[in-house]
């Protein structure tokens, strides 16, 4: 199976990292910014649509609905795939965005299918840049009703400049995120979000245009990875919408990223065996949404932060305070934000595949040790099974203000200062060890990659992805900060939890805490006009 070695031969070890340049290649580096040069553009409103929508809203699905209009797409786009700030050091300036990207690369492009056009979206302008409008006669297919298609794409190099083999995975990580971060944005415009799985790669691909090579020249294609509908209306069958965007005018010249590249074959070739063919039926089964341990996450009542302003906040810290605490309850709430059935998770349809190993530092009235949180109940026997025998597995029950005792789905495995061994086992990186907790994302892996095929290798990281998307706001909306970890020895991390062959297999860490700043960086907004809006 070519994802199974792919797996196995990008992963970090203590002797060796996964295969890449070993340095980096300024003359190079990747331009942050994809554009269809000669496509018409069309910016989108600067002004805020949403700003008084309660975070803990996002979750309830308890907003109104916006009506669909480019407006409202601009403030969905804003608010999942724009820029969050610009920051300087020295005479380097470079963007952060509201979707987070390993390194910072950012290999995903987002995609509008709406009106009756296929546009792409350009972060840098706000803008929509239109590559496709279809023939009058197939206006009716593009004005889906009641509601729009949003796509993902991948620019593989992006990450491949930096990261070499490993690079594959990020890109699945970081659709993950921007999966997340578009499903939490319709949720503050009281929209519904699937990602469809009938739509085939190579659907996708013919309806964005990813597959003429005309508009392509030398530049860096772009990857088909998923499509969603947003809103609250049905959508439209593919094929309509590929023969609509066959017969449609094109518009737009690729830009060229770089002016070299360097060929890594093994990530061509997972590429290839991981398409996705398409279903007519479902795609992986429906989501089982156990609730043996559904405890609710619990808004502190003395904060009520927007959901606007924790979205746009969101940052990686770069370093955390040892010194920083989280309460209990807070740590809990966190945990219930993580069921499957809990917004973001419900755009995706697969069963749960992600749980966590906790490494508890600075959690309050918590004994610091090694956990697990299962976030399928089901799977609790399967996974002691595969674990060291000589773990506990002691219940631990989440204890309400009021006295009541609710099960959490979260075991004790090791009371130990388990700081040292996540900051060996995330590549020796402070941020697993100083803030309040570090996690371990481990998938099943072996039996769904068999029983649903080699497409399925990126749904993992998808998952891993929302999951992250969701402890980064978390994070901001108690006050703290979080950071993605991709680099980490895998095969460490599961000779620590027993877990041997590919059964298992971490996929993602994690970290959250109080972070520290770094005060030699300058920072400005993501667009200049938003320097003068009030809040
Ligand atoms: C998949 C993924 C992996 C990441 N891995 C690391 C890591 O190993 N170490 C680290 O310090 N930051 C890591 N990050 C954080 C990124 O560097 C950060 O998202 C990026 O610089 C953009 O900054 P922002 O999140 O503040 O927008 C990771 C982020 C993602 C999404």
Redesign the pocket.
């Known amino acids: 199976m070519i994802a199974g070695r792919y797996h196995e031969s990008t992963k970090h070890h203590f002797t060796r990292f996964a295969r890449s340049r070993g340095y980096l290649d300024w003359a190079t580096q990747p331009y942050p910014f994809r554009r269809y040069e000669g496509a018409p553009t069309r910016e989108l409103s600067r002004a805020p649509l949403v700003a008084d929508v309660p975070y803990d809203a996002l979750f309830a699905s308890a907003v109104p609905p916006q009506p669909i209009t480019e407006h409202a797409i601009g403030e969905f786009l804003r608010c999942s795939m724009g820029l969050?700030a610009w920051k300087q050091y020295g005479a380097s300036r470079w963007a952060?965005?509201v979707?987070?990207?390993?390194?910072?690369l950012h290999p995903t492009e987002a995609w509008i299918v709406h009106d009756g056009r296929i546009c792409h979206y350009a972060p840098k302008e706000h803008a929509l840049e239109e590559r496709c409008a279809f023939a009058k006669a197939d206006s009716k297919v593009g004005l889906l009703e009641g509601c729009f298609l949003v796509a993902l794409t991948s620019i593989v190099w992006r990450e491949a400049w930096k990261y070499g083999e490993r690079a594959f995975r990020?890109c699945q990580?970081?659709t993950g995120?921007a999966i997340g971060a578009l499903r939490l944005a319709a949720a503050m415009l009281g929209w519904q979000m699937q990602v469809l799985p009938e739509w085939s790669d190579a659907q996708i691909a013919a309806v964005l245009g990813l597959d003429r090579d005309v508009d392509f020249g030398n530049a860096e294609r772009e990857e088909p990875e998923c499509v969603a509908v947003v809103g609250r209306g049905s959508s439209v069958a593919p094929d309509a919408l590929v023969a609509a965007a066959r017969a449609g005018s094109w518009f737009g010249q690729a830009n060229l990223l770089s002016p070299d590249h360097v060929e890594w074959p093994i990530i061509d070739e997972v590429v290839r065996a991981t398409k996705y063919p398409g279903s007519r039926d479902e795609a992986a089964g429906s989501q089982d949404h156990a609730s043996g341990c559904r405890s609710r996450a619990v808004p502190a009542p003395e904060s009520r932060p927007y959901a606007r302003d924790i979205i746009l906040q969101?940052?990686?810290a770069?370093a955390f305070d040892p010194r920083g605490t989280l309460t209990r309850d807070a740590f809990f709430s966190m945990l219930a934000r993580l069921h499957p059935g809990e917004t973001p998770f419900d755009a995706i349809d697969w069963p749960t595949q992600v749980h966590l190993v906790l490494f508890i530092h600075r959690v309050r009235d918590m004994t610091p040790g090694i956990y697990a949180y299962v976030r399928d109940p089901a799977v609790v026997g399967e996974w002691k099974a595969a674990m060291r025998v000589e773990f506990l597995w002691e219940p631990i029950p989440r204890t309400s203000e009021a006295g009541t005792v609710e099960p959490a789905c979260l075991y004790l495995l090791v009371p130990i200062e388990g700081g040292p061994i996540a900051n060996r086992l995330?590549?020796d990186?402070d941020?697993a060890e100083d803030g309040f907790f570090a996690v371990a994302m481990i998938s099943r892996f072996g039996a769904p990659l068999r029983e649903h095929g080699e497409w399925f290798y990126r749904r993992l990281f998808w998952e891993c992805?929302l999951i992250?998307q969701v402890l980064?706001l978390e994070a901001e909306a108690a006050g703290a900060r979080a950071?993605?970890?991709?680099?980490?020895y895998d095969d460490p991390v599961h000779e620590m939890l027993g877990l041997s062959g590919q059964d298992w297999q971490s996929l993602?860490?994690f970290s959250m805490g109080v972070p520290l700043e770094d005060a030699r960086l300058t920072s400005e907004p993501g667009y200049p006009w938003e320097q003068r809006q009030a809040r």
């Not at 979707?99 to 910072?104: A, L």
């Not at 950071?483 to 980490?488: D, F, Q």
């Open positions: 969050s952060l965005r979707n987070p990207s390993s390194g910072n990020y990580h970081d995120h969101r940052r990686s770069l995330s590549c990186q941020i992805g992250g980064y950071t993605g970890i991709g680099c980490y993602y860490h």
